[in-house]
């Protein structure tokens, strides 16, 4: 029997991106290295879509860091973990997203990028009175991204949130939303430390001239072969 993979076969790195101190929990995310065996945004969609993550990467050029990005139903210019998580696994200290140049620093088990809340997309930041009332909450309709945050310990800067896509892709509950911490830090203005999810944790900090540093652990799970 021949068991020989055929030459367009494709090896997807999958990670889990901003885990919790344990190595728990943190968002899924498939890289495709070589992003020659899908050339075109028709092919890149598909295999997005047929993966399920809430996000894979695709990159173009590995020494210069340009990569493409794309959830299940949609290109996306700029999303935080697809970033955190292809600079982890690629060593790079730069990253290159459609939105623009994207600087990397590793930071003992922490990667860190440094990047402009405006190139996230938009999102309805919705704030709650306590951690408890987000924990309750349940899946609203598609129709608006809705991200859901409450104070845990608002002098340390401690928040709990949950993210809801609601784009009717079968990403009802997004794990750990890179853009949508940065969006939230540009609008407070301070470091934050989101517990999001099931128990992912997400870093931030705001910085000179409206950059903002977003950080997380990386860990990869394995490789599968489409």
Same mark, same amino acid.
């Given at each position: 029997m021949n068991t020989t993979v055929p030459s367009t076969a494709t090896d997807i790195d999958v990670l889990r991106v901003f885990c919790a101190a344990d190595g728990r929990h943190g968002n899924a995310l498939g890289v495709v290295r070589d992003a020659r065996t899908h050339?075109?945004?028709?092919?890149r969609q598909a295999l997005a879509k047929e993966l399920g993550f809430s996000e894979t990467v695709f990159v173009d050029d590995p020494e210069r860091g340009?990569? /493409?990005?794309? $959830?299940?139903g949609l290109r996306l210019p700029f999303a935080g973990h697809p970033l955190v998580g292809a600079a982890w696994l690629l060593d790079l200290e730069v990253v290159v997203p459609p939105a623009g140049e994207v600087w990397v620093r590793g930071d003992g088990e922490f990667t860190w990028i440094e990047a402009r809340a405006e190139w996230a997309p938009p999102r309805t930041l919705r704030r709650y009175g306590s951690a408890a009332e987000v924990d309750a909450l349940d899946v609203p309709e598609p129709g608006e991204w809705i991200y859901a945050w409450a104070w845990e310990e608002e002098a340390a800067g401690r928040i709990r949130a949950r993210a809801f896509p609601g784009r009717g892709d079968g990403?009802?509950? /997004?794990?750990? $939303?890179?853009a949508a911490a940065l969006l939230l830090t540009a609008e407070l203005g301070r470091a934050l430390n989101i517990t999001q999810g099931r128990g992912s944790q997400l870093l931030t900090a705001p910085g000179p001239d409206g950059i903002v540093e977003l950080g997380g652990r990386v860990r990869l799970e394995g490789t599968l072969t489409r």
């Open positions: 050339p075109d945004e028709a092919s340009i990569v /493409d990005i794309y $959830t299940p990403i009802d509950e /997004d794990e750990a $939303t890179g």
